[in-house]
């Protein structure tokens, strides 16, 4: 009969044995050193814009790595009035509200990587990104969170895209301050502010290795 020390041994040895779980989404994704494996056609960057920095932003990285630019749009738009919408943002994260998306996205399950850009309304990711992480399944799949904000960071806008995504890699992320809606300064990726974010958005996709 076997001793209950090699019955033991026996048991430790086939779990060391068993192979480790990853995902094919992660294992394409991510090579054994560490390089994003970015495949254009597996690539996604969906982003939302409402001063259109946030779309500079997006087609900077679409530059550097291509991929499928897509801009995230509400069946509703928000009012044009900056304090209405701020106060109907406010009640939306209030209540837990997720606005109706018109943008729809198919065969999501053919990316691998996906870039999601926003700005930071209220100290937070907006709601209509909200919407987007809980619409669709992006389990195995690497996420890379990219932000422009009015001089206040990203709030907890990065930290709730880990929330929302649990059973996906979340990278690190790039901010950049953008317009400042509130006091009438609205686009400003141009002239030496756009050189200055190509420059920045180059060295975070090398920092993130996304491209060499």
Same mark, same amino acid.
């Given at each position: #009969? #076997? =001793?209950? /020390?090699?019955? @033991?041994?026996?048991?430790?040895?086939?779990? %060391?044995?068993?192979?480790?779980?990853? $995902?094919?989404?992660?294992?394409?994704?991510?090579s054994p050193n560490g390089q994003l494996n970015i495949d254009p056609e597996r690539t996604l960057i969906v982003y939302l814009s409402r001063t259109q920095n946030t779309?500079? !932003?997006?087609?900077?990285?679409?530059?550097? @790595?291509?991929? $499928?630019?897509?801009?995230? &749009?509400?069946? $509703?738009?928000?009012?044009?009035?900056?304090?209405?919408?701020?106060?109907?943002?406010?009640?939306?994260? /209030?209540?837990?509200? *997720?606005?109706?998306?018109?943008?729809?996205?198919?065969?999501?399950?053919?990316?691998?990587? !996906?870039?999601?850009? %926003?700005? $930071?309304?209220?100290?937070?990711?907006?709601?209509? #990104?909200?919407?987007?992480?809980?619409?669709? +399944?992006?389990?195995?799949?690497? @996420?890379?969170? %990219?932000?422009?904000?009015?001089?206040?960071?990203?709030? =907890? =806008? %990065?930290?709730?895209?880990?929330?929302?995504?649990?059973?996906?890699? !979340? *990278? +690190?992320?790039? =901010?950049?301050?953008?317009?400042? &809606? /509130?006091?009438?300064?609205?686009?400003? #990726?141009?002239?030496?502010? &756009?050189?200055?974010?190509?420059?920045?958005?180059?060295?975070?996709?090398?920092?993130?290795?996304? !491209?060499?």
């Amino acid at each position: #009969m #076997m =001793s209950k /020390r090699n019955w @033991i041994m026996q048991i430790a040895l086939l779990i %060391f044995m068993l192979p480790v779980s990853c $995902t094919p989404a992660q294992q394409e994704t991510i090579s054994p050193n560490g390089q994003l494996n970015i495949d254009p056609e597996r690539t996604l960057i969906v982003y939302l814009s409402r001063t259109q920095n946030t779309k500079a !932003v997006a087609e900077i990285i679409h530059n550097n @790595i291509g991929g $499928t630019l897509v801009a995230l &749009e509400l069946e $509703t738009p928000y009012p044009q009035h900056y304090q209405t919408t701020v106060n109907q943002v406010a009640e939306e994260n /209030r209540t837990g509200y *997720l606005p109706p998306l018109k943008t729809k996205i198919d065969n999501i399950e053919k990316y691998d990587t !996906v870039f999601i850009g %926003f700005p $930071t309304w209220g100290m937070q990711l907006p709601p209509p #990104m909200k919407s987007f992480l809980n619409q669709y +399944d992006l389990s195995g799949k690497t @996420i890379v969170p %990219f932000n422009t904000n009015g001089g206040y960071g990203i709030g =907890s =806008s %990065f930290e709730t895209v880990k929330q929302l995504c649990p059973n996906s890699t !979340v *990278l +690190d992320g790039f =901010s950049t301050k953008g317009g400042v &809606e /509130r006091d009438g300064i609205l686009y400003v #990726m141009e002239g030496e502010k &756009e050189k200055q974010v190509q420059v920045e958005v180059k060295k975070w996709l090398q920092k993130i290795k996304a !491209v060499n």
